[in-house]
């Protein structure tokens, strides 16, 4: 039998002191431009835009916009470096320059994070204990396979591709700057990277680190801007291979741009993953589990958990326990160590959050939020759960990518492996269940590239990630992300 404390007054027994990072190691420069061929170079629009912070919507610096002209530099400078050096270079001397960045990131992990969380919202939580030390693994990872690619593909001869254009989103930023970066230059290709409009500023941080490493200019250049400068770099001529990662509809618009070119391309898109409880799971740590994939990191995730499907028989147990938990969740200070829900990432998002929760409630399903406390500044949504959320619901069909939990209830395994495919997207799904059988039976008929048994959102640079149909095509991670950045002879 689980045993359960009275949320509410455990909250006011235990009101946690606040406990903020300090900001006082910082280092950032009111203005940056934009990363081409080794330097900070001016856009040649002379524009730049502000870079906010969400959980206060105060600017904390100028980011450049980069127009065509300024993708065409990058692109030229990541060409002639892919040529005249890179591609050249012995893979063991390569292999050396990304042990180099690894090593500074750790070095500067604590800056990067704080930085990663005045930026674009997430708990100092999740970006110090999370994000940067994956951050460091994946250059780390990568910087191993470096003179390694032979055995890793014996009798194929791989071949590095050329000038690889990487697009990230703003849910990890320097995360995913690292996913793109690291197998990219392992295999010997140069890169130009756009970080996200809301969130640039740690993978221009990366950019000073990459200088100072004295990784040969043009190496890797990053280029600040929206979404036209996104698609500067996708239509450009002299690239070879695009790696996306962002929304399903500007990945179908990418798609769209390269058909008949060779460009090479992977794409990691939208998700809206099942999390299923059977009745003989361990319901507290399931629970824990649901919580961590939805509510942590304010649902900004692409394989987050939005869809939970519970055992008929465990149901108002599940709910109880749920709900419960839900009341001990802190949302404020990004900065704050206690904090578990951060802000949303911009004022955009989160009307994209508040459109949906309107959706669920005029759908008819049954919402439940926590009586928590927000700040009156900045963007903030209370963790949200619907019950009695049906199939055709909005808010089970499509991505919110905020803390908003649909649930629906199941008999038989038949049943919820059904209702869990029964979507356009395919990324991510968590099992949770005491039966092995039960969690083998569950992985293979389920159609996601990443399916997590009693655990979730664990990530691990060794291990690929990637979707099926509408959450896009590719694998980034493992060796299978190498692949994605090598031609076979
Ligand atoms: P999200 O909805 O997560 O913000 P987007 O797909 O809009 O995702 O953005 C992900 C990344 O793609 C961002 O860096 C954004 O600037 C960029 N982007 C947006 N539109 C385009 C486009 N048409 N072509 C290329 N990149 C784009």
Request: hydrophobic fraction near 40%; proline fraction near 5%.
């Amino acid at each position: 039998m689980t045993k359960t404390i009275n949320p509410l007054a455990f909250n006011a027994a235990f009101k946690y002191a606040p406990a903020p990072e300090s900001k006082t190691h910082i280092q950032l420069k009111p203005r940056y431009d934009l990363f081409i061929n080794g330097k900070f170079t001016a856009p040649s629009s002379g524009k730049h835009f502000d870079s906010i912070n969400p959980a206060n919507e105060l600017k904390i610096a100028e980011i450049a916009e980069a127009n065509e002209k300024d993708v065409d530099m990058a692109v030229k400078a990541a060409k002639t470096a892919y040529e005249k050096v890179w591609s050249k270079m012995a893979p063991k001397e390569r292999g050396k320059y990304l042990f180099r960045i690894a090593r500074m990131i750790q070095e500067q992990a604590r800056e990067l994070a704080v930085i990663e969380s005045l930026d674009g919202g997430k708990p100092i939580r999740e970006s110090r204990d999370i994000d940067i030390p994956l951050v460091a693994a994946h250059f780390f990872y990568y910087a191993g396979w470096a003179d390694k690619l032979d055995y890793a593909y014996p009798n194929k001869k791989p071949v590095s591709l050329g000038v690889a254009g990487q697009i990230i989103p703003w849910n990890f930023p320097l995360l995913m700057a690292a996913w793109k970066i690291a197998p990219a230059l392992a295999c010997g290709n140069t890169v130009v990277l756009k970080p996200a409009e809301t969130t640039s500023l740690t993978a221009l941080k990366l950019a000073e680190i990459i200088q100072e490493s004295g990784l040969p200019e043009g190496v890797v250049n990053i280029v600040t801007g929206f979404g036209n400068t996104g698609a500067a770099i996708v239509n450009h001529p002299g690239i070879n291979k695009i790696a996306f990662t962002g929304s399903t509809d500007v990945g179908k618009i990418i798609q769209k741009s390269i058909a008949g070119t060779n460009k090479k391309c992977t794409l990691e898109l939208g998700g809206k993953a099942a999390n299923i409880i059977f009745e003989d799971a361990p319901i507290d740590q399931a629970v824990e589990g649901i919580i961590n994939g939805i509510y942590f990191n304010q649902g900004h995730v692409c394989c987050a958990g939005s869809r939970l499907f519970v055992q008929e028989s465990v149901y108002d147990m599940v709910i109880r326990i749920l709900k419960d938990r839900m009341e001990t969740l802190i949302v404020g200070d990004p900065m704050d160590k206690n904090t578990d829900i951060g802000a949303i990432n911009s004022k955009n998002q989160l009307d994209t959050i508040r459109k949906y929760i309107k959706y669920g409630k005029e759908d008819g399903a049954e919402m439940f939020q926590p009586s928590c406390e927000v700040p009156n500044k900045g963007f903030w949504c209370r963790p949200t759960l619907f019950m009695n959320a049906s199939q055709s619901h909005r808010i089970v069909q499509e991505e919110i990518f905020g803390p908003v939990l649909a649930v629906q209830t199941f008999r038989t395994v038949d049943e919820v492996i059904e209702k869990a495919n029964n979507t356009p997207f395919g990324l991510s799904a968590g099992v949770w269940t005491d039966k092995g059988s039960k969690i083998f039976n569950l992985t293979s008929k389920l159609r996601a590239g990443v399916i997590w048994a009693n655990t979730y959102n664990k990530f691990d640079p060794t291990s690929p990630f990637g979707g099926y149909k509408e959450s896009g095509f590719g694998r980034e991670g493992g060796l299978h992300g190498l692949g994605a950045y090598l031609n076979f002879n």
